[in-house]
């Protein structure tokens, strides 16, 4: 099992830009091994796929944030990052993080993004 803990979200202007971190506890052999994604979800709204990135360090974005929104990890600090520029009011939302193996997924408790226009 694996806990996760985000941090970093809070209120910023369209246009702006935010840096979500995810913290990652358990065994570094583990995590190593994990997929890492980030999730958002808007109120009255289905929670969704943001960016993840693979073991393997393979990326992928939600067409919604490609070209705006980095996902990155470092292994050896067990944690994941999510570089959000030109941030939009759509953007708003609460943010998880995610980690998946063996079809086993961890959630952290999310953090609020509120981007005002």
């Known amino acids: 099992q694996v806990q996760l803990v985000e941090s970093g979200g809070g209120l910023v202007q369209a246009g702006g830009s935010l840096r979500l971190s995810c913290a990652a506890s358990?065994?570094?052999?583990?995590?190593?091994?994990?997929?890492l994604a980030w999730y958002r979800q808007a109120p009255g709204k289905q929670r969704e796929l943001v960016a993840s990135?693979?073991?393997?360090?393979?990326?992928g974005y939600a067409d919604s944030v490609k070209g705006r929104f980095t996902i990155s990890r470092d292994n050896a600090k067990k944690m994941v990052y999510l570089q959000m520029n030109s941030l939009k009011p759509e953007d708003t939302a609460v943010y998880y993080c995610?980690?998946?193996?063996?079809?086993?997924?961890?959630w952290g408790q999310g953090t609020q993004v509120t981007v005002s226009s």
């Open positions: 995610n980690a998946a193996f063996g079809g086993i997924h961890s």
């Open positions: 990135i693979a073991r393997g360090g393979s990326l």
């Open positions: 358990g065994s570094t052999f583990l995590i190593n091994d994990m997929g």
